[in-house]
């Protein structure tokens, strides 16, 4: 080769080296520019093989034409191809080309692209093995001729080329990788992102919603036909998101069951759920999969948010995940939408979480006990007295347990915080009790499930009781029903023990849970509460008045004592005297109260009581009259 084509090789080399996907193009124009003086051509050109749609594809050429709409040269179909671009299919030598009849069609076909009527070729391969990729094109408006060596110089400047090719088709290619999903073909999670900050800028149309699809119970999938069985399930379900979510719309695979679409068009927030609505319908259609006819049902979390609003990808993101949460808790099969309270709760859960122990460890006086007492309805006199936790939050106010309690158990600190409770309780119940209070009422204190089935939970109540000097007939713990059928074995253990130390125990919120009648046999309880939910409407109400009826026929023939929760209206309690529970706690007598007011209403011992309607009252004011403490039903009473 001479000393001026190894130059052009080189050169050529130098300027490639440089190429990458985002600048082959411009790249690939200035090497052909070069290429063009350098052999004195008019014309020199980069096409790249589509070999998937058989086609062959203008990538570079100089100099520029003026652009020619369709351009005839731009897309090729080998098919439909005059047979010398049909030949770049599978060239694999240099081709050489001048102007005469057998060409005429070529002749004519670059004539309409670039106007020149008559033209001489050299087409060399771009070469990947076997595999022609593409070709690089030199023409020379009427005839030249080209010599061994030239062609040899080209036939390296194409290798260069198709170097630069595979690169960039590698590059694309983990680039594709680090955008989709490798399972779905979906874009992943970076990539959804990506596509959102762009639909969230300022200026583009909104509301932009968020549709988050979450498959349920797929683990059965997985666990019983095998995870080739779920993988399938997953590829046919994203196939049904996507012809469901429409062309634009973007779908994304977030890993697992997790799915995301972004709507092409811009959708209000009530929009998006009636979309997200439909498309739980739709998506609900049986597949067969591994020769089983599998039907998932899936919940849909939905969000929006407007353009330049501030709102982030990542807020729309969480935003539809917990409305997804939510739809979720209802049993799955369901759309929901965010709202401000969801994400008001998901703050106040976050917060509590985050929270909770710095508390419990460094201020434990922002945990405070308040105390609701528990009357007998015959005499108005104060029984027992329940320990409530509250949280003293510094931003939040006063939270109630149903806040924190669930978290705590959550996140471990359960233990913790019942052991907390019960020492603030008793230290102060001890103190009631030297002030005079009479010693036969009872502190009853909550214990969550996790504190039951704890090692040592039985010491640290009788050492509890100990440094307070406390009798263990004064204290009763309040379990729940759940927890006796779920840990059977261990919680039995753990209640006779306590039963050891003398304390009583009372099954709370009675007939929420699962109906442990078999089990009250063989457990050392004394007590039943009966759940609110059957006694607030009390009255009024039949099938509640059934259910009571029956648990405290069921309570008197194991022997239980019963108390009534939530009594709120004289009706209720008075229904409850006809049914023979006297003892009850409920707004109707007193709501929670902290400490000191319940020293005071224990200084008193008793609560007045009056069982008579507003009406009633207004009437016997009216009168002048005396107001009716009890009911003469009551005061006929043999144990009165
Ligand atoms: P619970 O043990 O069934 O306590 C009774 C709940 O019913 C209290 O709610 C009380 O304020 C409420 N209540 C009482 N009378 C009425 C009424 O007439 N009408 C209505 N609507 N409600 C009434 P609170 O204080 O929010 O406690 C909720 C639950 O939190 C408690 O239910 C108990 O299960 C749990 N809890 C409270 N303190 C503790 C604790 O220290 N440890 C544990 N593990 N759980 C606790
Ligand atoms: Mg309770
Ligand atoms: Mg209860």
Known sequence: MSGRLDEMVTAVAAE??????????????????????????????????????????????????????????????????????????????????????ANADYQRRIEEGTAVPETSLACVPLLSGDLTTGTLGFVKFGDREWLPEELTALQAVATLFAQLQARITAEEKLHYLAEHDDLTGLVNRSALIGHLDAR????????????????????????????????????????????????????ARLGGDEFVVVPAEPM??????????????????????????????????????????????SDLLRRADQA???????????????????????????????????????????????????????????????????WQHPTRGL?????????????????????????????????????????????????????????????????TLDEFGLDGSMICLEITESVVVQDGDASRITLNGLKDVGVRIAIDDFGTGYSVLSHLKNLPVDILKIDKGFVLELGENDSDFAIV??????????????????????????????????RAQGYLFSRPVDGPAMRRLLANGQLPLDFSTPAERHRAQLKGGRRRWLPRRVLRAPHF
């Open 324 to 390: 997804l949460l939510t739809a979720k808790k209802g049993g799955g099969n369901n759309a929901a939408a965010f709202s401000v309270d969801l994400e008001r709760a998901f703050d106040l859960r976050h917060d509590v979480e985050l929270h909770l122990g710095e508390v419990i460890q460094h201020d434990p006086g922002a945990l405070v006990v308040h105390y609701l007492p528990e009357v007998d309805m015959r005499t108005g006199e104060i029984v027992a007295t329940e320990a409530l936790v509250r």
């Open 399 to 463: 939270l109630l347990p149903g806040a924190f309690i669930g978290i705590a158990e959550s996140i471990n600190l359960a233990g913790e915080l019942g052991r907390l409770v019960m020492r603030a309780a008793c230290r102060e119940f001890s103190g009631w009790l030297a002030d005079g209070m009479p010693p036969d009422v009872v502190l009853n204190v909550n214990v969550s499930p996790v504190q039951l089935v704890t090692d040592g939970f039985v010491d640290t109540v009788a050492s």
């Open 268 to 313: 209000t927030l009530e929009e998006a759920h009636d979309f997200g609505r439909r498309m739980r319908v739709d998506l609900h259609s049986p597949e067969v999969i591994a020769g089983e006819t599998l039907m998932r049902t899936v919940s849909i979390g939905v969000a929006a948010g407007e353009p330049g609003s501030g709102v982030s990808s």
């Open 549 to 582: 009826r029956a648990t405290v026929a069921l309570a008197d023939s194991f022997g239980l004592d019963v108390v009534a929760e939530g009594v709120e209206t004289p009706a209720a309690a008075l229904t409850l005297l006809e049914l023979g529970c006297h």
């Open 200 to 251: 969230l800028a300022a200026g583009r149309p909104g509301p932009v919603a968020v549709l988050f699809f979450d498959l349920d119970r797929l683990k059965a999938v997985n666990d019983y036909l095998g995870h080739g069985a779920g993988d399938a399930f997953l590829v046919s379900f994203a196939n049904r998101l996507v012809a469901q979510a429409g062309p634009d719309a973007i779908c």
């Open 16 to 101: 490639l080296m440089g190429g990458t996907a985002v600048n082959a193009a411009a790249v690939s124009e200035r090497v052909l520019a070069d290429l063009t003086k350098r052999l004195s051509v008019d014309v020199c050109f980069l096409r790249y093989n589509d070999h998937d749609i058989r086609a062959t594809r203008l990538i570079a050429e100089w100099p520029p034409r003026e652009p020619v709409q369709p351009d005839p040269i731009g897309l090729v179909y080998f098919a439909d191809a005059d047979p010398i671009f049909a030949r770049a299919e599978y060239l694999k030598e240099p081709d050489v080309l001048r102007p005469e009849p």
